[in-house]
């Protein structure tokens, strides 16, 4: 069975057997060497003044982002569930929470953003999807960040990259914290998420809030390459070799590059044989169709042609399907994948097999076009 989620994506074997060496103890010379490594590519991939690692999923990162960041009121950009999220963390941990709600297709607009910056000067601090992974959706996260920042550059800037570091190159002039989470574009099993933060963030976190996810007191250890806590020494030995797999690969430049042709390809396979892509703004991360016959498509994809593809949430269930692009895909597995697609609306009736979905998708990936 191909794994096509967007998350949790396929564990690579090599990644597999680095995890699957003897528990070490993480208060050792020998882990904290691991750490310093890791730390030094992941200064690489997320291009920020400061890292940390935390063992939670993505959620628990983007809680300490909020608690640790946002004292009055956090204005919150709901496309989807994981922006409606984020409000849900505000108001749990009794701070304000302003929403930008929108259809899940749709992206927020900068100007949104800043009439509601300009209407409250109790924000201090937006937290926004690069990647709203419930729709496929990519907002202007950067532009955002900018506009914001030429307003007050106080407002912290809190971008959710769980399905984007990794994906695409992010611009974090303006972002203070970017966000990845270990099963999406990483690769790796879930219970790792990661923090970029900017200088500017580290000044508003001060001394911290919070007790486990106080990230005062993690950039205070991790600077010295250990972790406040038990660190997750499996899941960090595990990043270390998917990172060192990136580099082997060519580099993350040319990952960026290998996503970006992918989903180009995909979606213009899906668009040939008939298909509509959801969003009106696509992430790199993922391509998400929206079709009637979505539900029948990824049962079929199941149970006849061994694609584990995912479906939609609330009220996109069993409306929506959406197929990986994170990592690093095998192209012969892709373009079964879209060949896959094809195949069943071929069973469903709605279109005579001819292998469009293959012939473009093959054309994009190898330039074979014109
Ligand atoms: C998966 C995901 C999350 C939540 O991460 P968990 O690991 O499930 O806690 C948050 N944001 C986005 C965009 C995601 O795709």
């Not at 940390?52 to 709901?78: P, Q, R, Y």
């Not at 607009?109 to 509601?116: F, P, W």
């Not at 001394?207 to 972790?227: D, F, H, M, V």
Request: hydrophobic content about 45%; charged content about 20%.
């Amino acid at each position: 069975m191909l794994l096509f989620t967007p998350g949790p994506t396929p564990v690579p074997q090599n990644v597999r057997n680095a995890m699957s060496a003897e528990t070490m103890h993480h208060r050792t010379p020998e882990f904290e060497a691991i750490f310093e490594k890791t730390r030094k590519h992941l200064f690489n991939l997320f291009k920020t003044d400061e890292v940390v690692m935390i063992a939670s999923s993505g959620t628990g990162a983007m809680e300490a982002a909020v608690i640790n960041l946002c004292k009055n009121t956090l204005l919150s950009v709901n496309s989807g569930k994981f922006g409606e999220r984020f409000g849900k963390i505000a108001i749990a941990h009794g701070l304000n929470n302003e929403e930008i709600k929108n259809e899940w297709n749709t992206p927020v607009s900068v100007e949104a953003i800043v009439k509601a910056v300009k209407a409250n000067a109790d924000i201090d601090a937006i937290a926004v999807q690069i990647s709203e992974s419930a729709g496929g959706l990519r907002h202007p996260v950067e532009e955002i960040a900018k506009a914001v920042k030429a307003i007050n550059p106080k407002i912290m800037i809190i971008a959710d990259g769980i399905t984007a570091v990794g994906v695409e190159s992010i611009d974090v002039t303006n972002i203070d914290c970017l966000i990845a989470g270990s099963q999406k574009a990483l690769m790796l099993p879930p219970g790792l998420a990661i923090l970029g933060l900017s200088n500017a963030a580290i000044e508003t976190i001060g001394s911290g809030i919070g007790y486990y996810l106080n990230l005062a007191s993690e950039i205070k250890k991790q600077r010295q390459n250990t972790t406040a806590y038990t660190a997750a020494t499996t899941l960090t030995i595990g990043l270390l070799e998917v990172l060192e797999s990136i580099e082997a690969d060519g580099g993350i430049e040319k990952l960026y590059t290998d996503t970006a042709t992918r989903a180009n390809a995909v979606s213009s396979a899906l668009k040939a044989i008939g298909l509509h892509i959801y969003p009106s703004t696509p992430a790199s991360s993922m391509s998400t169709v929206d079709d009637e016959n979505a539900a029948e498509i990824r049962n079929l994809l199941k149970t006849d042609f061994e694609v584990n593809v995912a479906g939609g949430q609330d009220h996109l269930k069993g409306k929506i399907f959406r197929i990986n692009q994170m990592g690093l895909i095998s192209n012969y597995e892709m373009a079964w994948v879209v060949n896959a697609v094809e195949l069943c609306l071929a069973k469903l009736g709605r279109r005579t097999y001819d292998g469009t979905a293959n012939k473009i998708f093959n054309e994009i990936t190898f330039g074979m076009g014109k």
